[in-house]
């Protein structure tokens, strides 16, 4: 079975979740399985050779994130909800389905001129990516995205062809 498939299996989807009519898929399950999560890892690696750091997405995109760029001996960087870093910040603004948002970096983790892989575990409408394409792109050029799953009905992939026509996700729903 390929790792996509070996994914699906592990994933649990939740019906109504976090409201009605959305199938929530909960990707904790992977956690545990230390081999699953290191294959994860060293997939996401392996297509992005050519990187200067690894950004990735609050929550969720810290988990890859983080150990993608410790594979690959590079500095991660974590892009957060408003608020959370104690010193200066790059921010961006974006819309929800329900309002809007706003991210934020440390400026000087951002190395300027740097080939920089944005990652999350999900890419649906792909909003939150763009935002911390924006950001990053005020310092820096994005190499690509990584995705652990992407949700194709939504579109997503759309927004970020804009900042990056290397986008990568293993798992694909249609």
């Keep these: 079975m390929d790792l996509a498939n070996r994914i699906k299996a592990v994933i649990k989807e939740v019906q109504d979740f976090p409201k009605p009519g959305i199938s929530f898929k909960d990707i904790t ?100 990516a763009q935002a911390a394409a924006q950001l990053i792109a005020q310092k820096a050029e994005i190499a690509g995205f990584s995705f652990l799953i992407e949700l194709d009905f939504l579109n997503g992939r759309q927004k970020l062809l804009a900042s990056s026509q290397n986008i990568q996700s293993i798992v694909h729903y249609t």
């Excluded at 997405?57 to 959370?84: D, H, Q, T």
């Excluded at 309002?99 to 190395?111: C, F, K, M, N, T």
């Design 29 to 128: 399950p992977v956690f545990l399985q230390a081999d699953l999560c290191n294959e994860i890892t060293a997939h996401i690696a392996q297509s992005f050779p050519d990187i200067d750091a690894v950004a990735g997405i609050e929550s969720r995109g810290f988990f890859w994130g983080m150990s993608v760029a410790n594979r690959l001996g590079l500095p991660f960087i974590p892009v957060r909800k408003a608020g959370k870093l104690p010193r200066k910040v790059l921010s961006q603004n974006y819309e929800l389905e329900y309002g809007s948002a706003r991210i934020q970096v440390h400026e000087e983790d951002l190395p300027k001129g740097g080939r920089i892989l944005v990652h999350d575990d999900l890419l649906a409408t792909g909003g939150t």
